[in-house]
């Protein structure tokens, strides 16, 4: 029952069945050293969260004087500069009218925490019917029970149906194949969303969606047109919005948030991933003044509308002071805008091969998918892992999606040859 020496139990892995896991060394920039000396770019920055690179002097210095002040201190009744500090530099950032941070530590907790403020918003405002959720489907939210919730079915998850409370889920039109039935796609998926509103007008609370990109679904793209109309018409039935920016935050579609290519505002946010520039493990959920103000009131009244959440490490100074340094390193890059011309030079190597279609590009995420053999019961992406490998690229396949994401301090030269290594391996 055990796979060499190692004592980890990893995380999305048949253990039986699992390769000894690759020993990493050291992380400098956009590569990452290995116990043999081999060295491998990581074109996913390591789960989507290292937005700078790895090993950046910045974070680490940060990290390191805030640990000789003040490494952990409880977050009810006490708090510090860098918390401070962080949720002020957020709000500032944040589409407008975002303005209440409550910090968490990873992307689910995030969405844990609006869940549940979304449903006590309308408890506290003595609303007893508006206790169900609509999502997208093909949404992926987390692994926790109500970001599993709200998240669409996948292979991941049927033993735990059971557990999840039920969703409604709305189409979303997958348009980034720019084809000319985008705009009947789109109107027929706002027409069967509007259909199910006005089925049943105050069942629901909220609609919580990923902004733009939906991407453990395979980097599934949509217009920010269909997002402001999606939004705008949730709205006229009185919802509350949830975007999940987890992993579409701090640069990745672009622009700093997603939803500002809508130019529409949610009610709730949720932040993670790219928050300390994959430093250190944290999220915030930041809430607008009318959900902040509906849990304002006496603790001591029948209704007490208190928020009755925490984590032991909320708004952990190491934390807010890596994230408070990324953010500074955010402010002094614009490369995250110009990365979309690089995967468009990339992708242009790539047209004719015979398997690869659907290419597609949001900010600095580049996807693209490769079907199956002819015949072929399974999608064989996934055993290529390896061959990136063997060139010396991490890349990780979702289902039959191909895609990048590298940290912004990667250079032109080092993402065309990203897209060069699966040029080979994909006609080899
Ligand atoms: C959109 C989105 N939300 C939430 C999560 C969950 O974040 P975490 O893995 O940090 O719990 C992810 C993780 O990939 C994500 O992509």
């Known amino acids: 029952m055990t796979s060499g020496k190692s004592r980890i139990w990893m995380p999305f892995t048949q253990m039986s069945q699992a390769s000894p896991p690759h020993m990493v060394v050291r992380g400098q920039g956009a590569y990452l050293e290995l116990s043999q000396g081999k060295r491998v770019l990581d074109a996913v920055s390591s789960w989507w969260v290292t937005l700078h690179g790895h090993g950046r002097p910045e974070l680490a210095e940060a990290i390191y004087k805030q640990a000789l002040e003040l490494e952990q201190v409880i977050a009810a009744g006490y708090s510090h500069e860098p918390a401070q500090k962080l949720a002020k530099v957020l709000v500032e950032r944040l589409p407008k009218g975002l303005e209440w941070v409550f910090y968490s530590d990873d992307g689910s907790t995030a969405v844990e925490v609006a869940l549940k403020m979304a449903y006590q918003y309308w408890a506290n405002r003595g609303d007893k019917q508006r206790q169900g959720f609509l999502a997208l489907e093909g949404g992926y939210h987390g692994d926790t029970l109500g970001a599993m919730s709200v998240g669409d079915p996948s292979l991941f998850n049927p033993v735990f149906q059971p557990l999840l409370f039920g969703v409604t889920r709305l189409p979303r039109p997958i348009t980034w194949t720019g084809d000319l039935e985008v705009e009947a796609k789109e109107a027929q998926a706002l027409a069967q969303a509007r259909k199910v509103l006005e089925q049943n007008p105050t069942a629901y609370g909220a609609l919580i969606l990923e902004p733009l990109v939906q991407g453990a679904a395979g980097m599934r793209m949509y217009r920010p047109r269909f997002l402001k109309a999606l939004v705008e018409l949730v709205r006229e039935f009185g919802l509350l919005v949830i975007f999940d920016e987890v992993a579409t935050g701090f640069g990745r579609t672009g622009k700093l948030f997603a939803c500002q290519w809508a130019e529409v505002e949610p009610d709730l946010i949720c932040l993670s991933k790219g928050l300390t520039g994959g430093a250190m493990a944290m999220a ?95 999608n064989d992406l996934a055993s290529l892992k390896e061959a990136f490998f063997a060139r010396g690229f991490l890349l990780r396949p979702l289902g039959s999606c191909l895609y990048l994401l590298p940290p912004y301090c990667i250079t032109q030269e080092e993402l065309l040859g990203v897209y060069g290594a699966i040029g080979e391996v994909m006609t080899a």
């Open 284 to 378: 915030a959920t930041v809430a607008n003044a009318k959900v902040y103000e509906a849990f304002w009131g006496d603790q001591n009244s029948p209704q007490d509308p208190t928020f009755y959440h925490g984590h032991s490490f909320t708004a952990n100074p190491l934390g807010c002071a890596a994230a408070l340094a990324s953010m500074k390193l955010l402010d002094q890059t614009k490369v995250y805008g110009e990365m979309a011309a690089w995967h468009q030079e990339g992708q242009a190597q790539l047209q004719g091969i015979e398997r690869l279609s659907q290419f597609r590009i949001q900010g600095t995420i580049g996807a693209m998918d490769w079907a199956p053999q002819k015949g072929a019961k399974h």
